[in-house]
């Protein structure tokens, strides 16, 4: 009796349970051997990612489902944005290609506009210069025809009585008509225009004609008794201003002509 419950008191053996066991060694090796892939590929993914941008700028992104892990997705979806991100930047790069392209056409239009405007002033100025230039001419001839040869004149013909009265008659002439243009003053006397200032002077200088020429071509007679009047003005006032001189000329001169009354031009 003591013996039989002595055995019976025992604690029985657990026997192992080899099948279950083994079930657990081959699943766990197996998701021990995909950790360790699943690290290796992550590993290889971060070196490669950008020689796989840069090799294939256009190729496919992998679909991203629920089927992948939380790091392989959020790699995808940086490699998506950057993708977005480059296809931006090439973008904004062509958009500022074109507004350079279409700025230096409307530049360049600028200066050819303001090449144009400058050629069409510069081809005026030398038009106008042309033109003054032509003018200047004219009136260089019309000068030079005033001291031409119109006719032979007194001086080589007639004798010395003959002489005489025309120049009695050219001073006389001179003094009824007060202001005389040399040139018609040649006209009539039938004589070189610088025949007449020559004559001219010369009678000054004698003391048989007093005046001035002015510019345009005309000699004013004054007569001797005007001149005394202006200078007995001058000399009354003490100080004449160049207006009140010319005001008091105007009075004391007279330039009115005369040369209606008969002057015998020939003896």
């Known amino acids: 009796m003591l013996s039989k419950d002595k055995s019976r008191s025992k604690p029985e053996r657990a026997v192992p349970r080899r099948g279950n ?13 995909a950790r360790m892939q699943a690290r290796i590929q992550a590993l290889a993914g971060d070196d ?15 679909p991203i489902d629920g089927k992948i892990g939380a790091k392989k997705r959020a790699k995808l ?12 930047e090439e973008r904004l790069r062509e958009d500022r290609k074109k507004r350079q392209e279409q700025e230096e056409e409307e530049r360049k239009k600028e200066l050819d506009r303001l090449e144009a405007e400058r050629k069409k ?9 042309e033109e003054k230039e032509r003018q200047d001419y004219e009136e260089y001839l019309k000068i030079k025809a005033m001291f031409s040869v119109e006719e032979e004149g007194y001086e080589e013909g007639g004798g010395e009585e003959e002489e005489g009265n025309l120049l009695q008659a050219f ?11 040399l040139e018609d003053l040649a006209a009539h006397f039938k004589m070189k225009t610088q025949s007449v200032i020559d004559r001219i002077q010369e009678l000054q200088e004698q003391g048989q004609l007093t005046g001035v020429v002015d510019d345009r071509g005309k000699f004013i007679y004054v007569s001797q008794e005007e001149l005394e009047a202006v200078a007995k003005f001058v000399k009354q006032r003490g100080r004449v201003s160049i207006t009140e001189l010319a005001e008091s000329s ?10 209606n009354q008969a002057v015998p031009t020939e003896s």
């Open 21 to 33: 066991e083994g079930v657990r060694r081959v699943g766990g090796g197996r998701n021990a051997r």
């Open 48 to 62: 490669t990612d950008e020689e796989d941008e840069a090799d294939e700028p256009t190729a496919e992104m992998e």
């Open 77 to 88: 979806e940086a490699k998506a944005e950057r993708k977005t991100l480059r296809e931006a």
């Open 121 to 129: 002033q510069e081809d005026e100025e030398r038009r106008q210069r």
């Open 171 to 181: 001073i006389n002439y001179i003094k009824m008509t007060k202001v005389v243009v």
């Open 250 to 259: 105007n009075q004391l001169i007279n330039l009115n002509s005369s040369v």
